[in-house]
């Protein structure tokens, strides 16, 4: 006889619900371990419920985790889905459970909103709401406790039958497919020149297991990433920021199929390398997830967020231990560098702050300029203090007897104990390196370039920059360089890139000598990135694209297009849980573009207003910027003998931090607009 529930897994559920979980302490041990027998038991019911409606193929997926992945408290519920079969899409699922207020429930409801796409929740809600008899039901807690197993499973059957919509309809009402499902999670993968090459050759049963494995380890709230190696490739584990990754698990990507292998962790025991298999898979989807508190402490998460996906890294690495190397049964694409012959470039990726200028420039020193051998560039931010001495040579002060740790700093040193030598910069390094490999492109990197006196840290390199100047150009010149005496030519194989924030200095205003010897790529804010962002709060929908487009208009009618705000301010929306994005988004508001729109303005508030919708809001309280009223008269502050009393007084105007609050505010920004363009037409 299967185990069933009883009163005690509900007094619990409701007793311990939203307490901090504390694995140290004895009795919350003993409580998370009876909390999880109830969750073995609603895993049954779930594999029971599949077998029942759709026979062998139907499946079930639980994670059994009592504690919430994010915030570290118990639940209050526990549940399982339930799909019509293995290549059924992620985002949807009959699901079942127990819940301390409500008892047992049953529903078809939106579970896995991580993969990218359209915005389902609020479609769902449309189709849910549309219907007289909805897609839930549900039994008191002391009804369910008199079923046995068998009868509850039937009548979780019996409701689903009496659902006013089947789950395909909905799929279809959903524009989900198995096919959709799969290119969403694929497509998370297609960043990787390898993965593109090699994937399109696998049979379709591979293909299916590999996105059942990338849900899987996306689901326990593990990160993908590819790192450099040519010898298992594509990896999961922790892996936080760009540094190196606590690895779990290794997949070598073959033109032919997958092979995998992966350490033990918890329940899941050690995988040795081979073929990727539904087994294997299967026993992943069953151990890996169903407790976490016996992971290692690598494996912990740094923060609160969800896994991460390989297109959420900027580039890809090669990590210690990893090798360059060919497997015997095919060709492997080694990152290749871009050909010496090549003509050298000079480019600047100019464009207003948060457009994604540096994102787009470690992609290419990625590809371009790193390879197994390491990095083939340099990497300076030029500021008011940067000089020709950092950048190309100049004196460095040496002290003849070096001071030890133990010792005390001397006295004020005489002309005997001081000495000067004549150091390379940066630049002047990165030349000599590119002389040693002429079969290499290097690249020299400016971050900032307008923020420095170009004139002054590039001085003679100004003239040596230009293509036809260079070594092996058509009119290659040399020249003394001041300090040492040497003579100095660039070689043919350097490229100089830089990057400049439009928002700090004109396009207009840089140095015309500077203007002739670059091309100039522009990189301009794209809400567009930002379409699959829609921050739920309240009942409220904010579309992200739509409040930055507006926002973006705005300040080009009003000021220049220099100065629009990038989407980068908003697209870490994308990779936190639904209930963290308002209150990231407040902070947002509250700390980046308010403060940036306030630089921008030089705090003329009434501009700032117009920006933010706040003169078209439907209610005071959605303004973020209030109206406080008009300053005292001049009788009150002056006097009666001021004369001051024809002048028209300024309003004043505040910040009103309830708004940042209120979704409604963000909304505004752009909904009343769109409304009264729609009346004007």
């Known amino acids: 006889m299967l185990p069933y529930y009883d009163e005690n897994h509900f007094e619990l559920l409701r007793q311990w619900r939203g307490k901090p979980y504390d694995k140290n302490n004895p009795d919350e041990y003993v409580v998370n371990e009876k909390l999880i027998e109830a969750y073995n038991v609603t895993k049954n019911w779930g594999n029971a419920l599949a077998m029942k409606l759709y026979g062998e193929a139907g499946r079930e997926r639980t994670v059994r985790r009592t504690i919430g992945q994010w915030t570290r408290k118990f639940d209050q519920y526990n549940w399982s889905k339930v799909y019509p079969s293995e290549s059924s ?27 990218i796409g359209p915005p389902l929740r609020p479609k769902f809600d449309s189709i849910r709401l549309s219907g007289p008899t909805g897609l839930h039901a549900k039994m008191p807690a002391q009804e369910g406790l008199a079923l046995n197993f068998s009868e509850l499973v039937e009548w979780s059957a019996k409701e689903i039958y009496k659902f006013e919509l089947s789950y395909d309809e909905v799929a ?3 524009n989900l497919s198995a096919i959709k499902a799969q290119e969403q999670v694929l497509n998370h993968f297609r960043n990787n020149g390898d993965f593109s090459k090699r994937q399109p050759k696998w049979p379709a049963q591979t293909t299916e297991l590999f996105c059942r494995l990338a849900n899987a380890v996306h689901d326990a709230g593990l990160d993908w990433w590819f790192t ?3 010898n298992r490739q594509l990896r999961f584990g922790r892996k936080n920021g760009n540094g190196n990754g606590s690895v779990i698990g290794r997949l070598h990507l073959m033109q032919k199929g997958i092979q995998m292998v992966w350490d033990e962790i918890g329940s899941l025991p050690q995988l040795e390398l081979q073929d990727i298999s539904d087994d294997a898979i299967s026993s992943f989807e069953n151990s890996l997830a169903a407790d976490q508190e016996s992971w290692p402490a690598k494996l912990a998460a740094m923060e609160d967020r969800p896994g991460y996906w390989p297109d959420h890294y900027s580039v890809a690495e090669l990590e210690p231990g990893d090798e360059l190397e060919v497997d015997a049964d095919e060709p492997i694409d080694i990152p290749r560098s871009v050909s010496a012959d090549t003509p050298p470039r000079n480019i600047i990726h100019y464009g207003p702050p948060g ?13 371009d300029y790193t390879n197994a051998q390491g990095r083939r560039f340099a990497f300076v931010t030029f500021h008011q203090s940067y000089g020709y001495e950092e950048f190309i040579e100049g004196l460095r002060p040496v002290l003849a007897k070096p001071v030890t740790a133990e010792e005390t700093m001397p006295a004020p040193a005489t002309g005997s104990e001081v000495q ?7 630049f002047l390094q990165l030349c000599e390196l590119a002389r040693k490999e002429p079969k290499q492109r290097f690249a020299m990197v400016i971050d900032e370039i307008n923020r420095g006196n170009v004139s002054k840290i590039f001085g003679e390199l100004i003239s040596l920059m230009e293509v036809d100047k260079r070594e092996g150009g058509k009119h290659p010149i040399s020249l003394t360089l001041p300090y040492s005496g040497n003579s100095f030519s660039v070689p043919w194989n350097v490229d100089i890139i830089g990057t400049m924030n439009t928002a700090d200095r004109s396009l207009a205003l840089v140095d015309t000598a500077l203007r002739r010897r670059f091309e100039f790529i522009e990189t301009m804010p794209d809400p567009a ?3 699959d962002i829609i921050v739920l709060a309240g009942g409220v929908a904010i579309d992200v694209e739509e409040m930055l487009t507006m926002i973006n208009r705005r300040i080009e009618a009003m000021y220049d297009r220099d100065h629009t705000i990038g989407h980068a301010y908003f697209t870490q929306l994308r990779y936190l849980a639904p209930q963290q994005q308002f209150p990231a988004l407040q902070a947002i508001f509250k700390n980046r573009i308010i403060p940036l729109l306030e630089e921008y303005f030089f705090e003329d508030w009434q501009k700032i207003r117009m920006v933010l919708g706040d003169n078209q809001k439907s209610s005071p309280d959605y303004q973020f910027i209030k109206e406080a009223g008009k300053q005292d008269d001049a009788l009150t502050l002056f006097g009666r003998n001021s004369q001051l009393d024809q ?3 300024r309003p004043r105007y505040q910040l009103n931090p309830p708004a940042l609050g209120q979704a409604k505010a963000y909304v505004e920004i752009y909904a009343r607009a769109q409304t009264e363009s729609a009346r004007t037409e």
Do not use: M
């Open 172 to 174: 279809e009402r959903l």
């Open 529 to 531: 990135v930002l379409e």
């Open 89 to 115: 899409p992620p985002e949807l699922a009959y699901t079942v459970g127990i819940d301390a207020d409500v008892g047992f429930y049953v529903s078809l409801d939106i579970v896995d909103t991580k993969v």
């Open 647 to 649: 002048y028209q007084f």
């Open 355 to 367: 457009t994604g200028k540096t994102f787009k420039l470690l992609q290419q020193l990625a590809r």
């Open 420 to 426: 000067y030598e004549i150091k390379p910069g940066a």
């Open 228 to 230: 450099k190696s040519t």
